[in-house]
């Protein structure tokens, strides 16, 4: 098991996630984070931080984000991203996509 970053993320990067991982798990890339399952304890800190709801338990994981378990997987090992550890400004206009649906198009690798 492991907990999962899902499509809110996209274009928002909030990194308030990242302070509370208790074993720096997430991995950032140019308009997302994921987390590494590898690496994810499943201790759930994380998921009230996110203020767009975007992580859930993989078990939790609604229906029409099951997409992205393996994104997460797929992003945080074969693309490279890097380890992010300490929470940093938002996407300049994360507050403009926070509610937007449909955002996988919008995923940059
Ligand atoms: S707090 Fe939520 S929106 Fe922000 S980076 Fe983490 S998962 Fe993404
Ligand atoms: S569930 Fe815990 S270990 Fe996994 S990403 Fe969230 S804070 Fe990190």
Known sequence: MTHVVTESCIRCKYTDCVDVCPVDCFREGPNMLVIDPDECIDCAVCIPECPVNAIY????????????IKLNVELSHA???KSITKRKPALADADEWKDVPGKLKELVR
């Open 79 to 81: 693309a490279g991203w």
């Open 57 to 68: 338990a993989e078990e939790d994981t609604p229906p029409d984000q099951i997409a992205f």
